[in-house]
């Protein structure tokens, strides 16, 4: 999949709020809070499904659900 076909799935983390709370964490696993945190982790978790180790795959989806996540802004947020 391109990376413009991967842009719809990420539009709603790229917020002040979320790119703000992605500098923020601090934790040992970090939290993928932000468009291109999001986008990276998905990345990280395809080329792990495909080639391995699956055992790295619990610490990148505890990254996606890590206490600093936001849910994504709604559409209309966006649009200002």
Do not use: W, Y
């Not at 709020?17 to 990276?40: K, L, P, W």
């Not at 990280?44 to 610490?59: A, V, Y």
């Amino acid at each position: 999949m391109s990376q413009n076909q991967n842009d719809g799935r990420f539009t709603g983390f790229d917020t002040p709020e979320h790119r703000a709370a992605q500098e923020a964490c601090n934790h040992m696993i970090r939290c993928a809070v932000d468009m291109a945190s999001r986008r990276r982790v998905s990345a990280d978790l395809d080329r792990i499904r495909e080639l391995g180790p699956i055992t790295m795959l619990p610490m990148m989806i505890a990254a996606l659900t890590g206490p600093c996540c936001l849910p994504p802004a709604s559409s209309k947020e966006n649009e200002n």
